[in-house]
């Protein structure tokens, strides 16, 4: 299997996000729009990847750090503090203050019912860091409410669509370079085909970058009917270019 998969103005890498964003050369991006996974420890949403890791505070640092990097504009991170990472999630807020500029509150209206008297935890956070945030259109909300996204047999944690496309038609540009280190089912990659924006993505997984692939590519079949030209075919983004 090929370590990469370039789909009209799509690039797709596989391999751990941490190596693959080194190839990626400073300032070369313009937009960031991830999630990591959560680290809930039961390992009851991937069906491949072990949802479990020790230093997790270390891990989403080391990935906010080239993130910052390599991105000229906003980075979108998407996380959802649980019963087993809210401590880390919560320092990330103190760690990052003076990089922070707006968190959105992403709100479930069906999740999950938490047992007996508990909490149901029904909102995600999306954190942008960058300066000076400002939207393509007026009255944009830190707020968005969806349902529950499709769920499918090998992965459980899919961002709802609607997510992807609010922040990429509202915080982005046609022709611009958006990456998500964590492609996972490749919900970004659509949004940015369907919407003319050149995409990066970056997948550990062999089978789900697969999936990401023929998601993205069946994406276009749609997409590539507004297709313009795209910043990523003059711009140098990889350090190997």
Known sequence: MTDYKIIDDSTLLLGDCLERIKEIR????D??????????KRN?????????????FGFLVSIIDELLRVTKGYVFFNIQKNYYNKEDVFRLFGHYAENITEVFIWEKSNPLPAA?????????????????????KTYTKNHLTTSVAKMYKNHKAIMH??????????FTNEGDIILDPFMGSGTTGVACKILNRSFIGIEIDPEYFEFACKR????????????????QTDQKVFVCD
């Open 31 to 40: 937009v960031s729009f991830t999630s990591p996974p959560y680290n809930r």
């Open 216 to 231: 993205v590519s069946d994406s276009g079949k749609q997409g590539d009917l507004f297709h313009t030209s795209s910043k």
């Open 116 to 136: 007996g008297n508990g909490i149901t935890n029904a909102y995600e956070f999306v954190i942008v860091f960058g300066s000076g945030i400002r939207s393509n």
């Open 26 to 29: 400073d300032g070369s991006i």
């Open 44 to 56: 009851d949403k991937y069906e491949n990847y072990n949802d479990n890791i020790e230093d997790y």
């Open 161 to 170: 669509p609607d997510v992807a496309n609010f922040f990429i038609k509202n």
